[in-house]
């Protein structure tokens, strides 16, 4: 009998960062065969992981376009999926969060009744304008999936609520793995940091201050409101601000006039992985509006300002770790002068505490997926198709 094969979908940066340590744990699994399909929604940023990670895709979709609005994504990314699926047939599908490829492969592998595990299940805002298009995206493919890989309990707790069919499984959150693996590498070979290093040398002496920001529901007013706080937050001597800046053309538009002639201030290119560990590791404090980021910070003590008026990971907010700031200037300037001159407010958010896993998410979900192919490698098993839930047997 062939082996279980299960084919995994991504085309981001932040799914490649989360599912490096899935695609490591599943190689290692001898009852299984893994299939990598990337979509490289976001090309360059994509391929820095995959490189890193030792990774080489079976299929490169490459559906990268100038034009990338949702809808010509969408029905690229059903095509093409749809081709590799009927070309390999795989047993199972396993996507994570909540990005437009997820969601289309989610869709495409229904349409084929092949069952969808999905990472990073269960998190969500309440709110399906943010973030947008990805808190419908992630409600989608949960109504599909059959196994709910829950990174923590409130993410299980909502699926539950949900009343949505199939397993759930609380797992941890797969980028903690990630990070720990990276900052594990990075101390081995600190040459992997040495893009970043002379910039956090240059600013030797200043608190060091983390931006990152992209999404969407930020796009314009929010970014240039966000970019103004930061301006005025660089007067301060003591600061220093370290901003890689998101390739797509509108952030940069909204951040780079206003901020391009300030000394303290280095406006960056996206740095790769490692990279942007050491420099997690290296700063005082966090104003992102990222999601991977907020999971990361507290990992490494980090307190994190949230530009974000809601966030799909409460987590950090219960543990003291994470404000939300939205993206009012004022309030973004009260909250990082508040962090940089109180200490008991800094040491208060800088507990480091893991609330979204533990570094062993990818464990137990390549554990769960070898049970799940010793059992259909038994002889009681009807036949080389994995049997849906509608149609098994009582
Ligand atoms: N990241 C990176 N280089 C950077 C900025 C971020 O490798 O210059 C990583 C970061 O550590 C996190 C992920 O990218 O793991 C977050 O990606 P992003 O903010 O684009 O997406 P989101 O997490 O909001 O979906």
């Keep these: 009998m062939s082996r279980y094969k299960i084919l995994l979908v991504f085309g981001t940066r932040p799914e490649a960062i989360k599912m490096f340590p899935v695609v490591h744990a599943l190689q290692a699994e001898p009852g299984i065969e893994v299939k990598l399909c990337v979509t490289a929604q976001h090309r360059a940023l994509l391929d820095q992981v995959l490189d890193l990670a030792d990774i080489v895709p079976d299929f490169d979709l490459d559906v990268m ?6 809808d010509k994504l969408t029905a690229r990314l059903i095509l093409a999926l749809g081709e590799v699926f009927d070309a390999e047939r795989p047993h199972r ?11 289309v492969a989610t869709l495409a592998a229904y349409y084929r009744r092949i069952p969808v595990g999905h990472v990073e299940a269960g998190l969500r805002s309440g709110d399906i304008l943010q973030p947008w298009p990805e808190e419908v995206n992630r409600r989608l493919i ?19 609520a949900e009343g949505q069919d199939g397993r759930i499984i609380i797992t941890g959150n797969t980028v903690v793995d990630a990070l720990l693996a990276t900052r594990a590498k990075l101390r081995e070979r ?8 002379p910039v956090i040398s240059g600013f030797e002496g200043k608190q060091i201050i983390v931006v990152t920001s992209h999404r969407r529901e930020n796009l314009g007013q929010g970014m240039v409101n966000a970019a103004s706080a930061i301006r005025e937050i660089a007067a301060r001597e003591d600061v220093a601000v370290i901003y890689p800046i998101h390739p797509n053309p509108h952030v940069r538009a909204s951040i780079m006039p206003q901020l391009a002639d300030l000394a303290n201030v280095a406006l960056i290119e ?3 992985y490692p990279n942007f560990v050491a420099l997690l590791d290296a700063c005082t404090l966090i104003l992102t509006d990222s999601g991977g980021v907020q999971e990361e910070a507290p990992a490494f003590g980090k307190p994190v300002l949230v530009m974000r008026e809601t966030t799909e990971r409460p987590e950090g907010l219960a543990a003291g770790t994470a404000r939300l700031v939205g993206t009012d200037p004022a309030l973004i300037v009260k909250e990082v002068t508040r962090l940089l001159d109180d200490p008991l407010a800094y040491t208060a958010m800088a507990r480091a505490h893991s609330p979204f896993g533990d570094g062993r998410a990818a464990d137990r979900i390549a554990a769960i997926l070898a049970e799940e192919a010793s059992a259909r490698a038994s002889p009681h098993h009807l036949g080389e198709q994995p049997v849906p839930k509608a149609l098994r047997l009582a």
């Design 270 to 272: 996206p740095l790769d």
């Design 190 to 197: 600190p040459a992997l940091g040495e893009a970043i290093a």
């Design 93 to 103: 599908i396993l996507v994570h969060g909540d990005t437009l490829t997820a969601m």
């Design 142 to 160: 949960s109504c599909s999936a059959d196994l709910h890989f829950a990174p923590t309990q409130a993410a299980a707790d909502a699926l539950q």
């Design 65 to 70: 376009a100038p034009d990338q609005s949702l």
